[in-house]
């Protein structure tokens, strides 16, 4: 059974840092694209960072290129997002998901969600 556990949310102020991990319990871990997802009150859940399966390549939303950086670690079978300069629209749930592409990541897996929020 894959499960995804997200950790690190919490409240911030804009202009602050929060990094989100999520552990995988997946076998095949370094088979699988990995990627973040965020959902704010409202909207539809979005992409926002993907990174291949080597980590040799990753994929970012515009709006969060040069804040985020997406990272990941097949030893320990986790994928970790670090986000600075942070700011009010970027408060939202955010999920870690596990796919088969980094162009759509068509998400085969997804965590439970982690909220973040950026206060102003």
């Known amino acids: 059974q894959v499960q995804l556990v997200e950790s690190g949310g919490g409240l911030v102020q804009a202009g602050g840092s929060l990094r989100l991990s999520c552990a995988a319990s997946?076998?095949?871990?370094?088979?699988?694209?990995m990627g973040w997802f965020r959902q704010a009150p409202g909207k539809e859940r979005e992409f926002v960072a993907a990174?291949?399966?080597?980590?040799?390549?990753?994929r970012y939303r515009d709006s969060v290129k040069g804040r985020f950086t997406i990272s990941r670690d097949n030893a320990k079978n986790t994928v970790s997002l670090q986000m600075n300069s942070l700011k009010p629209e970027d408060t939202a749930v955010y999920y870690c998901?596990?796919?088969?592409?980094?162009?759509?990541?068509?998400?085969?897996?997804w965590g439970q969600g982690t909220q973040v929020t950026v206060s102003s």
């Open positions: 997946i076998r095949t871990f370094n088979m699988y694209v």
């Open positions: 990174i291949s399966w080597s980590g040799s390549t990753t």
């Open positions: 998901a596990a796919g088969n592409n980094i162009a759509t990541m068509n998400p085969g897996y």
